[in-house]
């Protein structure tokens, strides 16, 4: 027995193929702890754009001249390579977390890079410690009752 697909079928399959081709899964959060480094490939030729979750990125340093950079109005980081040569680019948040990118700028298309803190950094705070210390337990205990 032959096996025959009939010309619609092949359009049908052909026409999937190119449609599904272009598309892609969002990227997935990339868990980091401060001060972590990254190796990342980005597009010298296209935007891509650094995600810190839940943060809003408020500190970019990286080699003068070497990118182009822009903030979202939600605290993401739109970047661009202008270079060809390999650079470290210093991410600092709102929220005290810190990462570094060792970027390989390449031709090619954006990406979206997406980090989730694994565990947020610690803050003093003397408002807090003062309270905590100058209070004993069995005061705490009365006052919540």
Do not use: C, H
């Not at 619609?8 to 001060?35: C, K, Q, Y």
């Not at 935007?47 to 070497?66: H, M, Q, R, W, Y």
Request: aromatic share 8%.
């Amino acid at each position: 027995m032959k096996f025959r697909i009939s010309p619609a079928a092949a359009a049908v399959f052909l026409a999937a193929g190119l449609f599904t081709g272009g598309l892609r899964a969002a990227s997935a959060p990339i868990p980091f702890e401060n001060d972590a480094a990254f190796n990342v490939t980005l597009s010298n030729t296209n935007p891509s754009k650094v995600v810190v979750d839940g943060e809003l990125i408020t500190s970019i340093s990286g080699p003068t001249g070497a990118y182009d950079q822009s903030t979202t109005d939600d605290g993401a980081l739109i970047l661009s390579p202008l270079v060809g040569q390999n650079f470290t680019l210093f991410i600092q948040t709102d929220r005290g977390s810190s990462l570094s990118l060792n970027i390989r700028p390449q031709p090619g298309n954006g990406k979206t890079l997406r980090f989730t803190p694994a565990s947020p950094p610690l803050r003093k705070n003397d408002d807090a410690k003062a309270w905590e210390e100058g209070q004993t337990y069995e005061k705490t205990l009365v006052a919540l009752s």
